[in-house]
C-alpha cells in the first residue's frame, strides 16, 4: 500500500522552500491543520521553539523518520537530538545515494 505524502505526517522531513530558511531540512512536529505546521530542526528550530510553516512553503519527502514520530505519539516531545539525528540520517541514506546515482522517487 502507498502512502499519500501530499498530507503533512508527524516525523515526515521535509526541505524549505521559502523564506529565511530556504533549503534547509526540517522535520514536522505537529500538524495544525490541513494548511499549517510546526516544524523544527534541532539545532537553529529547536523543539520549544518550532517555526509555523504553511505546508504551500515546504517540499514534503516521502521520508518518515519512525523514532521521532513514535516519540511523539508516546510522549508529545521529541529531543532536539532525535530530531538532528533523524535529518541527518536521511541526508546519509538519502541524499547520498541520489548523488551516487542510485535515484529515490523523492
Known sequence: ????????????????????????YAVIIHVIDDRYVLLADGEKRKYDRPKKKNVKHVYLIPYVSNEVRKSLLETNRVSNG??????????????????K???HDV
Open 1 to 24: 500500500m502507498e502512502e499519500d505524502y501530499e498530507i503533512p505526517r508527524l516525523g515526515q522531513i521535509v526541505q524549505v522552500t521559502n523564506g529565511r530558511e530556504q533549503g534547509q
Open 82 to 99: 532525535k530530531l538532528r539525528f533523524a535529518i541527518a540520517k536521511y541526508r546519509s541514506e538519502v541524499v547520498t545515494d541520489s548523488e
Open 101 to 103: 546515482g542510485d535515484v
